[in-house]
Antibody
Framework: EVQLVESGGDLVQPGRSLRLSCTAS????????MGWFRQAPGKGLEWVSF??????????ENAASVKGRFTISRDDSKSIAYLQMNSLKTEDTAVYYC????????????WGQGTLVTVSS | QSVLTQPPSASGTPGQRVTISCSGSSSNIGSNTVNWYQQLPGTAPKLLIS???QRPSGVPDRFSGSKSGTSASLAISGLQSEDEADYYC???????????FGGGTMLTVL
């Protein structure tokens, strides 16, 4: 059974940093693109970042809203994906979801339960 | 303001067929496939349709997707109370080099 478990969400002040982790199980982690999405309170879904498998160079894509501030990475030996979030803003407040991503459609076929990040002074 | 445009709400009675539209442009829906997600209240989203019209394992065949030009649609036939949820369309955007979403459609089963 595919499982994705996020951790690391917290209340942080604007300008500070936070690292989210996503521990995966139930599939061959290194073979898949992994992604992060977020959902602000009462709002819709927003894509944040992707990291491709090392087969495809481990390249990353980031949403314009987080480019230069957020960095996605992966440790295939531990089946963990990370999202390093720097220079946090109040508008980054959201539930952050880790996902497995498949195919050219870049479809997120499995989602974690989410972890809440609150940016407030 | 979302890049893809969905109606904010839709409704139907049990057994009815409901469609939800998703409008985009040549840089997203016009040149890439569309995925649909279902988000039940208080839960994480779930992939409902990928690649315009492919149902992942376990998704009932009551759900179907289609695409024409720069628009896509999600159809739900034989509407059930448990279909009450938010539905989102998404696609890769070649100009923005990322995934774009619709604002979501809240489906109410009357």
């Amino acid at each position: 059974e595919v499982q994705l478990v996020e951790s690391g969400g917290d209340l942080v002040q604007p300008g500070r940093s936070l690292r989210l982790s996503c521990t995966a199980s139930g599939f061959s982690f290194g073979d898949y693109t992994m992604g992060w999405f977020r959902q602000a309170p009462g709002k819709g879904l927003e894509w944040v970042s992707f990291i491709r498998s090392n087969t495809y160079g481990g390249t990353t894509e980031n949403a314009a809203s987080v480019k230069g501030r957020f960095t996605i990475s992966r440790d295939d030996s531990k089946s963990i994906a990370y999202l390093q979030m720097n220079s946090l803003k109040t508008e980054d407040t959201a539930v952050y979801y880790c996902t497995r991503v498949v195919g050219a459609p870049m479809a997120a076929d499995y989602w974690g339960q989410g972890t809440l990040v609150t940016v407030s002074s | 303001q979302s890049v893809l445009t969905q109606p904010p709400s839709a409704s139907g009675t049990p057994g009815q067929r409901v469609t939800i539209s998703c409008s985009g442009s040549s840089s997203n829906i016009g040149s890439n496939t569309v995925n649909w997600y279902q988000q039940l209240p208080g839960t994480a989203p779930k992939l409902l349709i990928s690649g315009n019209n492919q149902r992942p394992s376990g998704v009932p065949d009551r759900f179907s997707g289609s695409k024409s030009g720069t628009s896509a649609s999600l159809a739900i036939s034989g509407l059930q109370s448990e279909d009450e949820a938010d539905y989102y369309c998404a696609a890769w955007d070649d100009s923005l080099n990322g995934v774009v979403f619709g604002g979501g459609t809240m489906l109410t089963v009357l």
